[in-house]
């Protein structure tokens, strides 16, 4: 896969990959560690580079999963995405927890370091001014939040000192498309990338006869139309732990979708 798109200013490949429930839900199960190592191998060696994960997936041992994937691999050529849950976002708990990300990783840094959910209990500011410090120390490249409404996100940002917020991660699918009435026009203003999470509907696409039928004119299926919809508007990171769903996926970017097509789907 050709590196075309961007994401934090850097090149990477037109979707990246998901992995909630690899190595376990809100607990670890150890259960299927190759299988999961396998899986995120085989969408590397595809030429899927952004690997997207979270402190809280499988209490940290996801984290530790992706660490053992990508040390076959140059670390400069990953980009990976991790995130601190919402209990972590004092001043010293942030710190404590990128740290343990890091560790669990298997790597100096991380590439992008994401707020998992907003806590209101927390100043901003001083969860900002951690996450700055992160950037600074060099233990994080890039930082940014998810599932941050519009105005959040207007608060993170006023919070910054030194450091921008390139991205918010929120769902976004074709079921759901609050995200382009406010938040993808806000962000696409203020040069944030929106990644998007659940973006093929968990495979639920058969429901909707505007999509299939879309997908059955371009001679692709459902899922790969629904990928290539919010290709447009955003950065996806489909989850799957199969090789052959993988491919279903990689060709999804080649789909030349004409803008009226697009803009029926919309409608």
């Not at 839900?25 to 190592?37: A, E, M, R, T, V």
């Not at 942030?94 to 992008?112: F, H, P, Q, V, W």
């Not at 901003?124 to 060099?138: D, F, N, P, R």
Request: charged letters at 25%; hydrophobic letters at 40%.
């Amino acid at each position: 896969m050709d590196m075309k798109d961007t994401l934090c200013g850097r090149k990477v490949s037109s979707f990246g990959l998901g992995t909630w429930k690899m190595g376990g839900g809100q607990s670890p199960d150890f259960s299927h560690d190759l299988d999961h190592i396998k899986a995120i191998r085989y969408a590397i060696d595809h030429g899927i580079n952004v690997i997207d994960t979270a402190e809280m997936y499988a209490a940290g041992h996801t984290e530790e999963i992706v660490g053992k994937a990508i040390s076959a691999y140059d670390r400069k050529n990953i980009f990976v995405i991790s995130k601190v849950w919402n209990d972590h976002l004092t001043h010293d708990a942030l710190l404590d927890s990128a740290r343990k990300s890091a560790s669990r990783l298997g790597t100096d840094y991380i590439d992008l370091y994401l707020i998992h959910w907003p806590n209101p209990g927390v100043p901003i500011k001083e969860t900002i001014s951690a996450m700055e410090e992160l950037v600074a120390s060099g233990l994080a490249k890039n930082i940014g939040v998810s599932n941050f409404s519009v105005a959040q996100l207007k608060e993170a940002i006023d919070a910054t000192k030194s450091t921008k917020i390139c991205a918010n991660q929120v769902e976004y699918n074709f079921s759901n498309r609050a995200p382009e009435h406010e938040l993808i026009p806000f962000c696409e203003e203020n040069g944030i990338d929106v990644i998007a999470y659940t973006p093929i509907m968990k495979g639920r696409t058969l429901i909707y006869q505007n999509l299939v039928a879309l997908a059955e004119k371009y001679g692709v299926t459902p899922v790969q139309m629904s990928l290539r919809y919010v290709m447009e508007k955003a950065y996806p990171i489909p989850k799957s732990s199969n090789p052959l769903h993988i491919d279903e996926l990689l060709a999804a970017t080649d789909i030349p979708l004409k803008a009226k097509d697009y803009s029926a789907l919309r409608a």
